[in-house]
T-cell receptor, first 113, second 113 residues
């Protein structure tokens, strides 16, 4: 059974608008969450993370929101740019991130010019 | 070369072949990892090495045999694979075993005929 779910395999957004990527998890022991970005023919690269002691973390155009009661997190990209087109993976860990990561299947984001 | 490199980038092999995947990291890290990403499945951890010693085997079949001769190099030896082993194999490294601080290579796309 999947512990980390990204229910939208793909998302298409217009340049300049907001992109919202969603992730749900089932394991209440998860307390550290990460987003990775992957371009074709490249490995995943770390984008942003959040600890369960926070409900929001922001880095430039990227903001991650965590709703612990709903076991849900989301990544907001504002404004979206064509270069943001990639596959985005959500990952979760326990013990403050010291345990192995459990990944979602990914959401392919396409930002149209 | 910088970061984490993997060779070959693409590999096609028959079920009776023996082949090896190579990973090299140029980051001075001490921990290295093998991950597998099958089609429409999440990224899954296979093996972890720390200072050349295997610290985790995530119930991987014995037809996959890892080798870590030093902290910079990691191999995955393949023999008598099955078509369902076709996947993207990703290598990653980190300073110590820290799942939330991994740098990934570009991966080897393996096809087993």
């Amino acid at each position: 059974d999947q512990q980390v779910k990204q229910n939208s395999p793909s998302l298409s957004v217009q340049e300049g608008r907001i992109s919202i990527l969603n992730c749900d998890y089932t394991n209440s022991m998860f307390d550290y969450f990460l987003w990775y970005k992957k371009y074709p023919a490249e490995g995943p690269t770390f984008l942003i993370s959040i600890s369960s002691i926070k409900d929001k973390n922001e880095d430039g155009r990227f903001t991650v929101f965590l709703n612990k009661s709903a076991k849900h997190l989301s990544l907001h990209i504002v404004p979206s740019q064509p270069g943001d087109s990639a596959v985005y993976f959500c990952a979760a860990s326990s013990q403050g991130g010291s345990e192995k990561l459990v990944f979602g299947k990914g959401t392919k984001l396409t930002v149209n010019p | 070369e910088t970061g984490v490199t993997q060779t070959p980038r693409h590999l096609v092999m028959g079920m009776t072949n023996k082949k090896s995947l190579k990973c090299e990291q140029h980051l001075g890290h001490n921990a290295m990892y093998w991950y597998k990403q099958s089609a429409k499945k999440p990224l899954e951890l296979m093996f972890v090495y720390n200072f050349k010693e295997q610290t985790e085997n995530n119930s991987v079949p014995s037809r996959f045999s890892p080798e870590c001769p030093n902290s910079s190099h990691l191999f995955l030896h393949l023999h008598t694979l099955q078509p369902e082993d076709s996947a993207l194999y990703l290598c990653a490294s980190s300073q110590t075993v820290a799942y939330n601080e991994q740098f990934f290579g570009p991966g080897t796309r393996l096809t087993v005929l």
